[in-house]
């Protein structure tokens, strides 16, 4: 167990749903990053905030955002879901002040979001 | 850009034998080079990481990487493989002030009884 808990496991939905998946980083960590695993693009990061700032992009959609609260914990929202979509989304986490050396991720279970 | 090229799709090795897991990578600067494992419905375990220092580096569960600069490489290594080792490994890459990770598309290891 990582110590990063992600829910919920499974989701399925329609096309053009909005869904909300949720992160608890590893306590003391304060970078939490997302990541896609689909079969066709493989694992691709997302987007990294580090105490609750966005501090980096990736191959995210405009239709996708996320954000991190007070707390630490984050939220990754995705609307008007299309059949591609579909993918395993991970969280992951780390002490690393950005900026600096890559510290350790630690990585979720994951959602899985089936849209049909 | 930073990217990592895992070569085969599948790794078939009998147990007791050595297991290679080949990765090379592709990064402006210096690379921090990681090793992640994910098993079935898992997310993905850390096995171990190159930051700098020795080039062997030891990690979870009898896994060894050795990073090799001159061929931009990171290989996964194991003496003695488990049936219990079969699982989808991933390379992944970073570097210094990037803390995103570039993943290779994974290896499956298959352990023959």
């Known amino acids: 167990d990582s110590g990063v808990t992600q829910t919920p496991k499974h989701l399925i939905t329609a096309t053009g749903q909005r869904v909300t998946l949720r992160c608890s980083p590893r306590?003391?960590?304060?970078?939490v990053y997302w990541y896609q695993q689909s079969l066709d693009q493989g694992l691709q990061f997302l987007i990294h905030?580090?105490?609750?700032?966005?501090?980096a992009k990736g191959n995210i959609l405009e239709r996708f955002s996320a954000q991190q609260f007070p707390d630490l914990h984050s939220e990754l929202n995705l609307s008007s879901l299309e059949l591609g979509d579909s993918a395993l989304y991970f969280c992951?986490?780390?002490?690393?002040?950005?900026?600096?050396?890559?510290?350790?991720?630690?990585f979720g279970p994951g959602t899985r979001l089936t849209v049909l | 850009a930073q990217s990592v090229a895992q070569p085969e799709d599948q790794v078939n090795v009998a147990e007791g034998n050595p297991l290679t897991v080949k990765c090379t990578y592709s990064?402006?600067?210096?690379?921090?080079l990681f090793w992640y494992v994910q098993y079935p419905n898992r997310g993905l375990q850390f096995l171990l990481k190159?930051?700098?220092?020795?080039?062997l580096v030891k990690g979870s569960y009898g896994f060894e990487a050795e990073f090799n600069k001159s061929q931009t490489s990171f290989h996964l290594k194991k003496p003695s493989a488990l049936v219990s080792d079969s699982a989808l490994y991933f390379c992944?890459?970073?570097?210094?002030?990037?803390?995103?990770?570039?993943f290779g598309k994974g290896n499956q290891v298959v352990v023959i009884p």
């Open positions: 905030y580090y105490n609750g700032e966005e501090r």
């Open positions: 190159y930051i700098t220092g020795d080039n």
């Open positions: 990064v402006s600067g210096n690379p921090y």
């Open positions: 992951a986490s780390s002490v690393a002040n950005p900026g600096g050396f890559t510290d350790t991720q630690y």
């Open positions: 306590s003391g960590d304060l970078s």
């Open positions: 992944a890459v970073s570097s210094y002030g990037n803390n995103r990770l570039a």
